[in-house]
C-alpha cells in the first residue's frame, strides 16, 4: 500500500510560479517512475511529467521549459516547479505511482491561474 498526498496548489496570476509537492508514505528508491498528472473541467487527465529512478524526465509539450519535475529520496517526494504559468494550466494536479504493479494516486491539488 503507498499513500500519496500533495500540496502547493494555489492561486497564481499568469506568469507566476507554484512548486508542488507530493509526498510518499514509503521509500521511493525501489519506485521506478513517478508522474504529475492533471485534470481541467470537462477535459480528460493528461499526463504532465514524469521522472524515473535514474532522473531521466519526460514532458509533455505544453510545458516544457516552464515545468521541472524532481525527485528526492531522501525525502520520499516528487516535486513539480511551475513556472510561466498560463491560464491553460489551470487544473486539478495529481501524483501517481505505479508500485509492485498497483497503480496509486493522490487526493490532488488545485491550481487556478487567473487575473
Known amino acids: 500500500q503507498v499513500h500519496l498526498a500533495e500540496s502547493g496548489g494555489g492561486l497564481v496570476q499568469p506568469g507566476g510560479s507554484l512548486r508542488l509537492s507530493c509526498a510518499v508514505s514509503?521509500?521511493?528508491?525501489?519506485?521506478?517512475?513517478m508522474d504529475w498528472y492533471r485534470q481541467a473541467p470537462g477535459k480528460e487527465r493528461e499526463l504532465v511529467a514524469s521522472?524515473?529512478?535514474?532522473?531521466?524526465?519526460n514532458y509533455i509539450d505544453s510545458v516544457k521549459g516552464r515545468f521541472t519535475i524532481s525527485r528526492d529520496n531522501a525525502k520520499n517526494t516528487v516535486n513539480l516547479q511551475m513556472n510561466s504559468l498560463k491560464a491553460e494550466d489551470t487544473a486539478v494536479y495529481y501524483c501517481?505511482?505505479?508500485?509492485?504493479?498497483?497503480?496509486?494516486w493522490g487526493q490532488g491539488t488545485q491550481v487556478t491561474v487567473s487575473s
Open positions: 501517481h505511482v505505479v508500485y509492485v504493479r498497483f497503480h496509486y
Open positions: 514509503r521509500t521511493i528508491f525501489s519506485i521506478n517512475t
Open positions: 521522472i524515473t529512478s535514474t532522473g531521466s524526465t
